[in-house]
């Protein structure tokens, strides 16, 4: 009977692609308030991030979405998610990201939403691709 509200599902941003080549001067990150989301993004670790956004890139065109489309529909797919908090800098990234839950028309048609694509196939694919799912022990003596 309990569900989560996650936030943040895009990483401040870095799902949305926009640092895969370093941190534009007009981003968040550029700000003197984010200097510790800018080294975030040029360490070692924010590296393999963008690796791994790479290689999540494909499962996003075969689902017909955007990867901020699939971070959110990624995390509604999960039993114990509620909802998902977004924070869009303007209307458009707002948009783009409900159509993660609805469809969408877009200039080259119409998109299907993304959350009914999240079989248990992609679920895993990109599980794989991620490498952090978490592991739960369940106590069944309760």
Known sequence: GVGAMTWSPLACGIISGKYGNGVPESSRAALKCYQWLKEKIISEEGRKQQVKLKDLSPIAERLGCTLPQLAVAWCLRNEGVSSVLLGSSNP???IENLGAIQASASAGGTS????P???SH??????????NKPYSKKDYRS
Do not use: H, R, Y
């Not at 679920?123 to 794989?128: A, H, P, T």
């Open 117 to 119: 694509k999240m079989t």
């Open 112 to 115: 299907a939403e993304v959350l």
């Open 92 to 94: 458009e990234q707002l």
């Open 122 to 131: 992609i679920v895993n694919e990109i599980d794989n691709i991620l490498g």
